[in-house]
């Protein structure tokens, strides 16, 4: 049986982590902290990039979660941008509580409409700790006490501590083992071969003549991989498009 979550050493943890044979089973062993700990859920989520696009645009954050309400998830896709714990995320290092973020005056109406959809789930508070992984990628790990826990406070009081230790050891073993790649992440935008390879000669200061005579295809052609490119990366030109993309690594 796992040591208790206030007890267990990093090693112990770091030993438990790279024992697992996947993410999937890593995020069990994640929410078996979480209810060890007083918690009701747990989510964890990861980007491999800098979440915040050259034109400030936010990549979408997917939750990867445990124990969590059925049909959540439903309408939470108007919220994966704009979602005010992960914005809150890049204030500080330490740490986030919910109740504090909901305390912001700043919170825009979206922002506090996705508050009340989590709140309307029993879902209104929880603790989250961000890690901003070097290369500029992004990793976050929320523990949750939802509207059947009668002691939040102490589970609060006794949590913030070791919830911190925990996401770091935590994303670091993963991170070892290579499970990244296994960590769902939001669908923000898929280019075609032939989109990218445009893009990645237009990167190198072609012009769309001068793509069309290397690709050996008509100047329309590659004029509308291009336009396609552009409007699936949501940018306004073509400079913009190409920012996007080599900021996703997709060229």
Request: charged share 25%; glycine share 4%; proline share 5%.
């Amino acid at each position: 049986m796992l040591a208790s979550a206030f007890q267990i050493t990093n090693t112990e943890l770091r030993d438990r982590v790279m024992a697992v044979d996947d993410f999937q089973q890593a995020l069990n062993l994640l929410a078996e902290l979480a209810t060890d700990m007083g918690f009701t859920q747990a989510l964890y989520g990861y980007i491999p990039v800098a979440p915040k696009l050259p034109n400030g645009d936010w990549i979408p954050l997917k939750l990867n979660v445990r124990n969590f309400p059925k049909d959540w998830e439903d309408g939470w896709q108007e919220f994966m941008k704009i979602d005010p714990y992960y914005r809150a995320c890049f204030e500080g290092t330490l740490p986030i509580e919910w109740n504090e973020v909901r305390k912001d005056p700043n919170l825009t109406k979206t922002q506090l409409k996705a508050c009340d959809y989590l709140s309307d789930f029993g879902l209104s508070r929880g603790i989250t700790v961000p890690v901003h992984l070097p290369f500029r990628g992004f990793a976050v790990m929320s523990f949750i006490a939802d509207s059947s826990r009668q002691n939040w406070e102490e589970v609060r009081a006794r949590s913030r501590e070791p919830l911190f230790r925990v996401m770091h050891v935590f994303t670091k073993a993963i991170l070892d083992c290579g499970y990244e790649n296994q960590i769902e992440t939001a669908k923000f935008v898929h280019l075609t071969p032939r989109e990218k390879e445009c893009l990645t000669w237009a990167s190198a200061g072609k012009t769309s003549s001068e793509i069309a005579q290397i690709l050996n295809r008509s100047v329309e052609t590659v004029r509308l991989h291009i336009k396609n490119s552009i409007a699936k990366l949501d940018a306004t030109n073509r400079s913009q498009a190409i920012a996007n993309a080599i900021h996703l690594g997709l060229i």
